[in-house]
């Protein structure tokens, strides 16, 4: 069964090894996922805020998602990083990380949230969750609250 829950600093390592799987080692982004939980490391334009989710199951980190405040590109919010462990990946379990972002985005009262696709892949996952094309490269939500179901 799969859970989703607050990512704390014990939980840096697996997130290192999804991100790894897309590009860079552990070594690589250990420092510099610890370093954004913990403020120390901030994208352009970031605010103080920010939020990591973990996707588990049975206490297996198979997903997270990590997005903050901002002001960058006019937007309110950036989610920052997905990654889904290739083995479950198109069973929704991205579409339940980003609500539940979208949820503490809302409840920081951000709904004009940007995202950097980075590959065609995100992009099509980003379009069909209801994001526009911002400019060449980014990605918005008008309003995030579009995408959180009752
Ligand atoms: C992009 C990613 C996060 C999507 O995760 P996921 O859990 O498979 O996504 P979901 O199952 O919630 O997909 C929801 C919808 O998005 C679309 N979608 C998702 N992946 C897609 C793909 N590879 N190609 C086309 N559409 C896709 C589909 O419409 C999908 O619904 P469907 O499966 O019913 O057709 C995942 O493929 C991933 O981790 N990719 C590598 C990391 C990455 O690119 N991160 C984003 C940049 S930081």
Redesign the pocket.
């Known amino acids: 069964m799969i859970d989703i829950r607050e990512a704390n600093v014990n939980d840096v390592t697996q997130i290192a090894r ?1 991100r790894s ?2 590009w860079g080692d552990e070594a690589f982004w250990i420092p510099r996922v610890a370093n954004y939980m913990n403020g120390s490391q901030n994208p352009q334009m970031a605010k103080a805020e920010r939020m990591v989710y973990l996707a588990t199951d049975e206490e297996k980190v198979i ?1 997270f998602i990590a997005g903050h405040l901002t002001s960058r590109l006019g937007c309110e919010g950036e ?8 083995a ?11 609500e539940a972002l979208a949820r503490w985005f809302i409840s920081h009262h951000a709904c004009k949230i940007c ?8 992009r ?6 209801g994001a526009q094309k911002l400019d060449d490269h980014w990605m918005f939500w008008k309003n995030i609250n579009t995408i959180i179901k009752q």
């Open positions: 999804l799987l897309g997903g989610l920052q990083w997905i990654d889904i462990d290739p479950y990946r198109r069973k929704g379990i991205a579409s339940q990380l980003v995202v950097d696709p980075g590959n065609d892949q995100a099509r996952f980003y379009l069909a969750l």
